[in-house]
């Protein structure tokens, strides 16, 4: 079946979430408590262990397919704009978010500031804090970081949501 990666990342959730909840049925049914001299098969829960695990390893499969499919079109589709394949774009794009992060910071520094820290134990000295930096520059790369970041989702996005691979479940 053809697919984009978003479907097929939305398949690969609920194949987890349905896995999940066969291990959730399997670890509450497969043992049982019974008070002596009590009807055991009154209290025994529905519990196939044959046919659990048939399931557990059905499931795993088709995990274990989505993800080598995700994983090869991630490897090996570039993303427009950028050179770059889907996975080098999942590294890019948090590295984008860490330099807007830092960014921001260093472009809201007032060029010199007291350093409160310094004074504590010496009376009379005031210590000063100076930036070592241009913070216009600072602000001007944290501008160009942040179109550069939406620029980046955005075409990450078109290939997720348009492109196309072929998942053989």
Sequence with gaps: MKCTSAEAAKL?????????????????????????????????????????????????????????????FNATHIVTGFDMTIDQMLVYIPQLTNRKRKLSIMRNKLPKTRDHASTAGRMGIIDYRYTNYDIEKAD?????????LAKAQTALDVVNNTETMELDL
Excluded at 42 to 64: G, N
Excluded at 140 to 148: F, I, N
């Design 12 to 72: 690969l959730r609920k194949l987890n979430e349905d896995y999940e909840a066969l291990c959730i049925h399997e670890e509450q049914s497969k043992e049982f408590l019974a008070a002596s001299g009590e009807d055991i098969e009154s209290v025994r829960p529905a519990y196939d262990y044959e046919s659990v695990q048939a399931r557990m390893d059905e499931l795993e499969a088709k995990i274990r397919k989505v993800k080598h499919t995700i994983n090869i």
């Design 140 to 148: 001007a790369d944290y501008t160009a970081v942040s179109e550069l």
